[in-house]
């Protein structure tokens, strides 16, 4: 029989994984351009 339980888990850690993954670039992606001499905050 399959498990589907042990199939979801692996799944959502994975995809919890990622998007810890991208929220850390994403923040030094920010550092990085906030680190220019001529960085603008844009609205």
């Not at 994984?17 to 609205?43: F, G, N, P, S, T």
């Amino acid at each position: 029989m399959i498990e589907y339980e042990d199939m979801y888990f692996l799944l959502l850690n994975k995809i919890t994984d990622i998007i810890k993954d991208l929220q850390e670039v994403q923040q030094q992606a920010e550092e990085l351009y906030m680190a220019q001499e001529d960085a603008r905050i844009v609205e």
